[in-house]
């Protein structure tokens, strides 16, 4: 292990902060050029789809190729690639000929460039980062994401209001220009890989990925626990701003505050993982956040109108406890999933989560006008605290993070 790796996680997110918040400042001036131009939900809805489902489509095939490849290069180079369709749509709107369909190609294209790019991050930390360490950086991670989700929407739209679309686009390059210099200043391991790979196949590759999970019964179990949450978590999150404008009666100010006090809670979230070094039993905390989580939904859609300020409050916990869990859980599958297997299971798990936030968006207007917007905060928050309590029950899943606690407390005596 590399003794100065705190340098270079540094390095690395000094970089991925600029890319992560030019993405953020991207994505937000698209959706807002498209409701200026549009001013359709079913383009904001087609859009959203875009950026999502090639990343789900190709992320099992992604995967092996980052196992394969070498990951420093592989995240340089889709970074690059984003960079490159990002400068093209800039020279389209230099020119005045962008169609709404080429925004939709600009997201399908960066989320084949994130396909590449997150697992060959996630897959890179437990060869730069030590196993007790891992915890801390995945707080750290999600503390400069939630940072950038809170900067990229404001500074997107004060771009959008002052500049022309072709200059965010190049921010956008810019911001990517900087993510792949710092990692040349960097070194990142490759992991030992099997003889056999030396004949590859994709599909053999794709299945020892899936083996790699479904060869531990833990995982197995966190996976599916994770999926189901998702799958309710997500059409609650895409009715988030409707919640804010037609259940409390609030402006359009209330609604980018919703969207900020989430933020701040992930940052709190990440932040308190990332300073202190846990001696506790993880996922037994991921069980928690479950509960948290939904104790948050549940109690916001009893909320009566006046409710507001609980409402935000209730939402700043919420963005706390999901920063906790996704920390905790990708420092679980860092932890407990060989190196040389990490791109694949990322991306085998990217895939499948992101089903569920495709169909929570078809189902979102089936949701608001036939359940009502307050009963389905009700309804998905009672089935995501069912879904913690049951996890608490499942011995092989908890048994993931006795050991690591175990470990941990031997260490320290």
Sequence with gaps: MNKNWKKDFAIIWTGQFF???????????????????????????????????????????????????????????????????????????????????????????????????????????????????????????????????????????????????????????????????SLLFVIIPNPERKAKIENPHVFREMKEGFNAIYGNKGVVWLFVFSIIVMLFLMPVAVLFPLMTLEHFKGTAFQMSLIEVVWGVGMVLGGGILGLKKLKVNEVILINFTYIFLGLTFFLSGVLPSNGFIWFAVLTTIGGVSGAVYHSLFTATIQKKIAPEALGRVFSLYGSVAVLPSLIGLTATGLIADHIGLNFAFIISGLIIIAVGIAAMFVKDMNSLGKVETEILNEAEK
């Design 19 to 181: 890319s992560y918040l030019s993405s953020s400042v991207v994505s937000f001036a698209s959706i807002l050029w498209l409701s200026f131009e549009t001013k359709s939900a079913e383009v904001l809805a087609l859009a959203a789809i875009f950026s999502m489902l090639p990343q789900a489509l190709i992320g099992p095939f992604t995967g092996v190729l980052v196992d394969r490849w070498n990951r420093k290069k592989t995240m340089i180079f889709s970074d690059g690639f984003i960079a490159l369709c990002s400068l093209i749509l800039a020279i389209l709107f230099f020119t005045g000929k962008v169609e709404v369909y080429f925004i939709y190609i600009l997201l399908a294209l960066r989320s084949v460039g994130a396909a590449f790019h997150g697992p060959s991050m996630q897959a890179s930390v437990p060869l730069l980062a030590p196993e007790e360490e891992l915890t801390r950086v995945s707080g750290i991670n999600q503390m400069i994401l939630s940072v950038s989700s809170i900067a990229g929407p404001a500074l997107g739209a004060l771009m959008i209001t002052y500049f022309d679309m072709a200059y965010v686009m190049l921010f956008d390059v810019v911001g990517a220009a900087i993510a792949c210099v």
